[in-house]
């Protein structure tokens, strides 16, 4: 009853929100103004109007009967009188207005204009055909909202001639103030947002800077508490205006980003964007976000629903998921941060642009921080923080061309990324500051993210060629620091004859079909409803099959291309231009040019690093720790120098404390800037890991392989002791003999790129032993084809930790499928024991015994259990998320945690298995679904235990059939909305918060 009253209360002090910003009604009244160029004022040399306003109109003497719409006259424009129908009439803020003229064109030249007496503040180009006559004739239609900024602003409206050399003629002009936009009303379920007034008001005011500026620029203060009213349930949220450009802020159609308040999510998301469909091409942008993630590229969740706002329509909106651990988790990788390049310093020059129509030269580029998606969740995460930081080097060897992109990148996802982005015409995503990059903690690497992929008129294609990869010298532009980024991905061979052979597969016309007739009836049902609102952006697959083609046509050339670099060795200089930046540049500039860092120290004080590329000295005035500010040499500041075009420009200082902030002060004025200390050290392109394993062995390793016959490596069968970490490649078969026995110590490892073939038998197994208990494990990554085991024995083994890379599994098997027969995984500290991910796999009459934590994790598999021993675990036996797995004929006796455990969406089938002394003897959670046959569970704590644990899933499902259930403390421990079914019988949930009580 409380939060009904004040939903009403809420609902009556919103009712008049959108009309109390703009009531000024002088000037244009609401209504309609036309003129058929039929009559003229006194002096006879205007055109009348009839309508709200009387307006007048020049150029009578430009009127001809030669050509006309609806009566007898209309004006022409041509090379020599190229403009006609000149009128001003005055506007308020936020007005909204439909204008339209009628033209005869022999070459589709000739348009209509509206413009501020400055066309810095508005100018509109009408020129979209709605309508044709029979007679040649076409009307042009634009509606456009005024500017916020406006109070008493003056418009003019003109017809001109922009270009043809024959004569145009313009007929019937209308200019109509409406009260506002109209939106359709959906029969599709509406997504409900409610803000208070003071809410409201604050994303105005920022909305009104935006405008001032040119570009919106978002900080931490701009977000506002409001309400979201979605399936009968009502969540907190926070918001925020989003979106670069002014087009997501025109009228009261806003763009927003929204976070679910803890504990809650929308659509299994927890933060999103919404914004209006034209933002990104109509249903075009859904339809290759599709595609996308049919290949295995990572991209964003996307889709369209209808939106109010405190009760008022606002029409249809496109829905877009932000960058957090949901995203990957979705797509079925193991979390890892979301990496940037932090562009405000480059928003800082397109305001500049914006308000002066010349470029700012400023060093946007080396100012591009690389920052994670949420902050504070990875600085708090030692797990994470390691990640970012490995993951932040990467960023900084691509940006820098210091490493090749297969050092770098997981180049098959990249080559497909880049690939895909030529076929589709998707060239918008692959600018360097709109990419976002995964960083994959397996394979210590980063992955990109596609989105953004279409600009609000479809496609941009900023490279001027169907082939991005076919790259001359040359070629203007490219030589500066953001162009020879990706220029120099194809200084990498391997990755350029992957980019090749996708861009062959992705152009075929038998996957054009495919990808068309799988998604193209969902993307034009969207586009159905787009076109409710917006006629004229309309859903057509016809500019993917016509740009394919002309991929198909080049191709063979381009082919001969890459083969003669590869022959000859070809690599591009890549030698940046050197740059002529700005000796002055506006104060705004210093927020995103002078930033702080960090550094890596052991002492009790911090060193920060300040780095400074505004072209003007600036003096460093504090500190700010927590609330109190640290005040250095108040009346000597410490001066930070100017910079101009040299490197490393920067002061150290030491201080007592971590600083989150430091403020500077431009001298000669009383300009003062709080400016962010980032929690992290600046990055130097430091290796990572990988790279360092790789630098530090060489192939064939001696004291492993044997000989290699072709592409099989064979290893040595004898008793080996390996003191290093090696690395297999991608390419070959490794095979291990029977009798073979390999003792891991020092922290030694083996890392395989290609499949391994272990063939113990059961008198004379394959042994993997540590000895000292500190070997690192043994790995297959991204293997290619399918490995197998038999008769191997692991024992001892801890997993991969070395300089920030870590695995969880004493053996982990990455997109590498395998058959694991007759295999024992005996007292290995780890956190699994077997850790299989992103695999297909096979484990029959296996033995997991004395293990520290999980026995047999896998992540987003499939597979088959079947006759496998779980004994004295010290954590979970089985622990499969995201999977689609049967466990058959097994038998798990003591187990610190769970006997069997599904979580994030799993499908698992057990049959004809007994858990016996676990904690929890079943459980389900996360909207997995446990179907159980033929089962005991005996002597546990928990016998099945049911539960949500993260918010962005949902309650979980059990099914048990022939289920015995004896001697266990709790029976059954059922989250609210989750449940069992008994033998046909269902059993709802009765308990609040039951992950609480293991987590």
């Known amino acids: 009853m409380r939060k009904l009253i004040y939903l009403t209360g809420l609902l009556l002090l919103v009712a008049g929100l959108f009309s109390c910003v703009s009531t000024w009604s002088e000037g244009f009244p609401i209504g309609k103004v036309s003129s058929n160029l039929e009559s003229t004022d006194s002096s006879g040399r205007y055109f009348t109007s009839q309508g709200a306003v009387r307006l007048l109109f020049n150029s009578v003497k430009q009127s001809s009967t030669r050509e006309h719409h609806s009566r007898k006259h209309s004006v022409f424009v041509d090379k020599k009188h190229p403009f006609a129908l000149n009128t001003i009439f005055e506007v308020g803020p936020d007005w909204y207005f439909k204008v339209s003229v009628w033209r005869k064109s022999s070459d589709g030249k000739g348009v209509a204009v509206v413009a501020a007496n400055n066309p810095k503040q508005f100018y509109k180009v009408i020129s979209e055909v709605v309508e044709r006559d029979d007679n040649g004739w076409e009307k042009l239609e634009s509606t456009f909202w005024t500017s916020p900024l406006f109070t008493t602003t003056t418009l003019k409206f003109y017809v001109w001639n922009n270009g043809s050399l024959d004569t145009v003629f313009f007929d019937d002009i209308a200019i109509e103030r409406l009260k506002g936009e109209h939106f359709p009303v959906y029969n599709e379920k509406y997504f409900k947002l409610m803000i208070d007034s003071t809410a409201f008001q604050k994303l105005y005011k920022n909305r009104r800077s935006a405008f001032a500026n040119g570009v919106l620029q978002s900080s931490g203060d701009d977000w506002v508490n409001g309400m979201v009213f979605w399936n009968n349930e009502v969540n907190k949220v926070k918001l925020r205006l989003k979106g670069d450009w002014l087009d997501h802020l025109e009228g009261f159609k806003w763009s927003y980003r929204i976070k679910i308040k803890k504990g809650k999510a929308w659509n299994r998301l927890r933060t999103f964007s919404v914004q209006t469909p034209v933002s990104r091409f109509g249903a075009s942008e859904w339809f290759v976000h599709r595609i996308y993630d049919s290949v295995g590229i990572l991209t964003t969740r996307y889709g369209f629903m209808p939106l109010s706002l405190n009760g008022k329509n606002l029409g249809l909106y496109a829905w877009e998921e932000h960058f957090e651990k949901q995203l990957v988790e979705f797509h079925r990788y193991r979390e890892g941060p979301i990496l940037r390049f932090y562009e405000d310093a480059n928003w800082d020059a397109n305001r500049y642009l914006a308000h002066h129509k010349k470029p700012a030269n400023s060093d946007f580029f080396d100012?591009?921080?690389?920052?994670?998606?949420?902050?504070?969740?990875?600085?708090?995460?030692?797990?994470?923080?390691?990640?970012?930081?490995?993951?932040q080097n990467l960023l900084y060897q691509y940006k820098y061309r210091l490493k090749p992109a297969s050092d770098v990148f997981n180049i098959d996802a990249l080559a497909k990324f880049y690939a895909l982005s030529d076929v589709l015409m998707t060239r918008h995503g692959?600018?360097?500051?709109?990419?976002?990059?995964?960083?994959?903690?397996?394979?210590?690497?980063?992955?990109?993210?596609?989105?953004?992929?279409?600009?609000?008129?479809?496609?941009?294609?900023?490279?001027?060629?169907?082939?991005?990869?076919?790259?001359?010298?040359?070629?203007?532009?490219?030589?500066?620091?953001?162009?020879?980024?990706?220029?120099?991905?194809?200084?990498?061979?391997?990755?350029?004859?992957?980019?090749?052979?996708?861009?062959?597969?992705?152009?075929?016309?038998?996957?054009?079909?495919?990808?068309?007739?799988?998604?193209?009836?969902?993307?034009?049902?969207?586009?159905?409803?787009?076109?409710?609102?917006?006629?004229?952006?309309?859903?057509?697959?016809?500019?993917?099959?016509?740009?394919?083609?002309?991929?198909?046509?080049?191709?063979?050339?381009?082919?001969?291309?890459?083969?003669?670099?590869?022959?000859?060795?070809?690599?591009?200089?890549?030698?940046?231009?050197?740059?002529?930046?700005?000796?002055?540049l506006e104060p705004y500039f210093i927020d995103h040019l002078t930033f702080g860092y960090v550094m890596p120290q052991n002492l009790d004080s911090v060193l920060v690093r300040i780095v400074n590329l505004y072209p003007e000295k600036l003096a460093l005035k504090a500190f700010l720790i927590g609330d109190k500010r640290y005040v250095l040499f108040p009346e000597e500041p410490v001066m930070l120098p100017a910079f101009h075009n040299n490197k490393n420009n920067f002061v150290d200082v030491w201080i007592a404390g971590k600083p989150a902030f430091f403020v500077v002060k431009l001298p000669g004025t009383d300009k003062q800037f709080e400016l962010p200390v980032y929690p992290w050290p600046q990055p130097t392109g430091k290796e990572s890991p990988w790279q360092v394993i790789k630098e530090q062995q060489e192939f064939p390793d001696s004291d492993l392989v044997d000989r290699i016959s072709g592409d099989t490596v064979f290893v040595k069968q004898d008793k080996l002791t390996l003191n290093h970490k090696v690395m297999i490649p991608r390419g070959y078969r490794v095979v291990f003999s029977k009798g073979t026995t390999i003792d891991l110590i020092k922290n030694a490892a083996i890392l395989s790129y290609s499949p391994v073939f272990i063939n113990g038998t059961k008198s004379e197994p394959v042994v993997f032993v540590s000895s000292d208990h500190s070997a690192n494990g043994f790995a297959v990554l991204q293997a290619g084809e399918r490995s197998r085991l038999?008769?191997?024995?692991?024992?001892?083994?801890?997993?991969?930790?070395?300089?920030?890379?870590?695995?969880?599994?004493?053996?982990?098997?990455?997109?590498?499928?395998?058959?694991?027969?007759?295999?024992?995984?005996?007292?290995?500290?780890?956190?699994?024991?077997l850790n299989i991910v992103r695999s297909e796999f096979l484990v029959k009459n296996s033995l997991f015994d004395h293990t520290f934590g999980d026995a047999f994790d896998a992540d987003f598999s499939t597979g088959l259990v079947d006759s496998v021993w779980f004994t004295q675990i010290g954590n979970d036996a089985i622990d499969f998320s995201g999977s689609r797995i049967s466990v058959i004929n097994s038998i798990v006796r003591g187990a610190g945690d769970k006997g069997v455990s599904a979580g994030e969406g799993s499908k698992l089938t057990v049959n004809n298995i007994q858990i016996e002394g676990a904690n929890i003897g079943l459980a389900s959670k996360d909207l997995s679904v446990l179907t159980v046959v033929n089962t005991k569970v005996t002597a546990c704590k928990y016998g099945v235990v049911l539960l949500q644990k993260k918010p962005e899933y949902g309650p979980a499902v059990m099914k048990l059939m022939n289920v015995d259930l004896v001697g266990n403390q709790t029976k059954y421990l059922i989250e609210k909305r989750s449940k069992v079914i008994l033998d046909g019988r269902v059993i709802m949930g009765d308990r609040k918060k039951v992950a609480k009580m293991f987590y």
């Not at 998606?373 to 994470?384: A, N």
């Not at 991969?800 to 969880?808: D, I, Q, V, Y």
């Not at 694991?820 to 956190?831: K, M």
């Open 790 to 833: 038999e008769y191997v024995r692991f024992e001892g083994l801890n997993t991969l930790s070395f300089k920030g890379w870590n695995l969880t599994g004493a053996v982990t098997f990455y997109e590498s499928d395998v058959d694991v027969l007759n295999c024992g995984f005996v007292n290995n500290s780890c956190e699994d024991a």
């Open 367 to 391: 100012a591009a921080v690389i920052k994670p998606f949420g902050v504070s969740r990875i600085v708090k995460d030692p797990g994470l923080y390691r990640s970012f930081i490995i993951g």
């Open 430 to 584: 692959t600018i360097w500051h709109n990419i976002r990059y995964y960083y994959n903690p397996v394979l210590c690497k980063l992955e990109p993210i596609a989105y953004d992929c279409y600009t609000e008129t479809g496609f941009l294609d900023w490279v001027g060629r169907p082939v991005y990869g076919w790259i001359k010298e040359e070629q203007g532009g490219s030589h500066e620091g953001q162009y020879l980024m990706s220029r120099a991905l194809f200084n990498d061979f391997d990755f350029l004859k992957l980019y090749t052979r996708y861009l062959e597969t992705y152009s075929a016309q038998t996957f054009l079909n495919d990808v068309s007739d799988r998604y193209s009836g969902q993307a034009e049902l969207y586009g159905s409803l787009i076109r409710m609102e917006y006629p004229e952006m309309k859903f057509d697959t016809a500019f993917l099959f016509s740009n394919a083609k002309k991929i198909r046509k080049l191709l063979p050339e381009f082919k001969n291309y890459v083969a003669h670099r590869i022959e000859t060795n070809q690599k591009f200089k890549n030698q940046p231009w050197k740059p002529d930046f700005d000796s002055t």
